[in-house]
């Protein structure tokens, strides 16, 4: 996720040498490096070491990777002791219909990230605002997706342009706080494909490095499940027919 090079076992190095000259190129590197590892270390590669940090393996040169709460400002891991600047709420910065700004405050996060030692900004967030009781719908850019996906590319080419990977959530469906891990979207596919889909579909042709899946179940394609386990929405659709190549 970073534009800088690595070499032979030290993927991830503070100190980067001559080696790959591209992520794309670094890829089979890197896949080589983490098949090589035994079942458990490969189990440990999806699981957290803390709230916002990835475990390390140094056998392989992998330093541990930071995240942290967007998209009002960079949380942090509340570690440092630091303040975090605190940016007006994306709904509010959305109704300037303003792209220019959003790439500002993208730079602005990419900065505050760096300050604050994160590697994966948790922002923007694309859901759409079509329910009243979104107890979070101020993190959301707007209720239509055409101006949701302009603002949301300009606002993640501008991070990510600063070597920061944005995650833009919580695809998909996610409208509504109440019980939000346990309900099901019930969303027809055209309805579906032109609305709640359209602003993932953008960021995603945009390049964005990395997705969150939603907290709540989709019913779509004869299957009921989760999102994180939503073979038709994730392998189908994201990875399939979009060709997304980052993490989810």
Known sequence: MSSTTTAPGTLGSEEPTAGPATIADAAPHAAALAASLPLDEKVLLLTGAAMWTLRAIPAIGLRTMTVSDGPIGVRGTGDDGEPSAQLP???????????????????????????????????????????????????????????????????????????????????????????????????????????YLAPFEAVVDAGVWTVMAAYNGLTRDGVDATATAHGPLLNGVLKGEWGFDGIV
Request: glycine share 6%; aromatic share 4%.
């Open 89 to 195: 709420a994306p709904s509010a910065t959305a109704a300037t219909w303003d792209v220019e700004l959003q790439a500002r405050l993208g730079a602005l996060m990419a900065a505050e990230a760096r300050r604050k030692g994160v590697d994966v900004v948790l922002a923007p967030v694309v859901n759409l605002q079509r329910s009243p009781v979104g107890g979070r719908h101020f993190e959301c850019l707007s209720e239509d997706p055409l101006l949701t996906a302009r603002l949301a590319v300009a606002f993640i080419s501008a991070i990510q342009e600063q070597g920061i990977a944005a995650c833009v959530k919580h695809f998909v469906g996610n409208e509504t706080e109440t019980d939000r891990t346990e309900y099901l979207s019930r969303i027809d596919e055209q309805t579906l494909r032109e609305v």
